[in-house]
């Protein structure tokens, strides 16, 4: 049983914005492999399906960002899931808009959802799916280009790139460089 997290903050004056990718990658997910309707539990909206013989569970945190491992570390425990059965999906500041890249461990980058986590769990051994969404330049600038809202012009990248994440997910527990490439290959094939 795997356990994906998209992290973002709940609330429709949140759902549009560049923070809340990781909530639009559990949609798509769910929207394209049937799974089941959002249930609330754990502080959290919970889907359940299956990739192939997989179970997979997705949970959306309703804790907002800097909590959310309040909602990931029980919900892991209640299935028995362990950390390396876990793929945070998260904005990453740190690569360019439409960039996807996947890496087990490290650091937060900053990166209050993952220090929640992390914190929750004592160690950093979940998978990180990096879902880059540019840097505005400045440090100043930072909060607003984190918080605003996707542009209409981003949804060009954005709108494939959910699209292929869905398309090529069950990758992702195989080989995670095999889901990062063909999602890749795929966003250059639609420029």
């Given at each position: 049983m795997y356990?994906?997290?998209?992290l973002?903050?709940?609330?429709?004056?949140?759902?549009?914005q560049?923070?809340?990718?990781?909530?639009?990658?559990?949609?798509?997910?769910?929207?394209?492999?049937?799974?089941?309707?959002?249930?609330?539990k754990?502080?959290?909206?919970?889907?359940e399906?299956?990739?192939?013989t997989?179970?997979?569970i997705l949970?959306?945190?309703?804790?907002?960002?800097?909590?959310?491992?309040?909602?990931?570390?029980?919900l892991?425990?209640?299935?028995k899931?362990d950390?390396e059965?876990?793929?945070?999906?998260h904005?990453?500041?740190d690569?360019?808009e439409?960039?996807?890249?996947v890496?087990?461990g490290?650091?937060?980058?900053?990166?209050?959802?993952?220090?929640?986590i992390?914190?929750r769990?004592?160690?950093?051994d979940y998978?990180r799916?990096r879902?880059?969404?540019g840097?505005?330049?400045?440090?100043a600038?930072?909060?607003g280009h984190?918080?605003g809202n996707f542009?209409?012009?981003?949804?060009d990248w954005?709108?494939?790139?959910?699209k292929?994440?869905?398309?090529?997910?069950?990758?992702?527990?195989?080989?995670?460089?095999?889901?990062?490439a063909?999602v890749?290959?795929?966003?250059?094939g639609?420029?």
């Amino acid at each position: 049983m795997y356990l994906f997290v998209g992290l973002g903050n709940p609330g429709s004056e949140h759902a549009k914005q560049r923070h809340n990718i990781g909530f639009m990658a559990m949609d798509a997910i769910k929207d394209a492999h049937g799974f089941s309707d959002w249930k609330s539990k754990s502080k959290g909206l919970v889907s359940e399906g299956r990739l192939g013989t997989d179970k997979v569970i997705l949970l959306k945190p309703q804790t907002f960002m800097n909590l959310s491992g309040e909602s990931v570390q029980p919900l892991a425990a209640f299935y028995k899931i362990d950390p390396e059965d876990i793929f945070v999906f998260h904005d990453e500041l740190d690569l360019a808009e439409g960039v996807i890249k996947v890496k087990k461990g490290g650091g937060s980058a900053g990166h209050n959802g993952l220090k929640s986590i992390t914190g929750r769990f004592g160690m950093p051994d979940y998978y990180r799916v990096r879902m880059g969404i540019g840097h505005p330049g400045s440090k100043a600038r930072v909060n607003g280009h984190v918080l605003g809202n996707f542009r209409d012009e981003e949804h060009d990248w954005l709108d494939p790139q959910l699209k292929f994440v869905a398309k090529y997910i069950g990758n992702l527990l195989n080989k995670p460089t095999d889901f990062t490439a063909k999602v890749m290959q795929d966003m250059k094939g639609e420029k």
